[in-house]
């Protein structure tokens, strides 16, 4: 993680060797597994009414690391339902 953007922007490369930083916003967990939500770090920071977040899941692999994969769509929609719940309690 990056200290110049307070240790919150990870760097991933997809499976077709694509990079992307992203800034983790918060994790949950939900039936036994952990879902990350990030937010595009090259975004413009006037477009707050557009905000792109990316969900992903942390999956152990058989080599022993953890990953972060997309989760199904299932799985996607729940995890975003359960951000979007925590964030907005906050409002109340």
Not at 2 to 14: A, K, L, P, Q, Y
Not at 24 to 51: K, S
Not at 55 to 71: M, N, Q, T
Request: hydrophobic fraction near 35%; charged fraction near 35%; glycine fraction near 8%.
């Amino acid at each position: 993680m990056s200290e110049e953007f307070g240790g919150n922007i990870i760097s991933i490369t997809d499976e077709e060797g694509n990079s992307y930083e992203l800034e983790h916003l918060d994790t949950i967990e939900m039936d036994g597994a952990f879902y990350l939500a990030f937010l595009p770090a090259d975004r413009n920071q006037g477009d707050e009414d557009e905000l792109e977040i990316v969900i992903l899941k942390s999956e152990h692999g058989e080599d022993g690391d953890d990953y972060l994969v997309v989760p199904d769509d299932d799985e996607l929609q729940r995890a975003y339902d359960q951000f979007m719940r925590e964030l907005f309690s906050d409002d109340e």
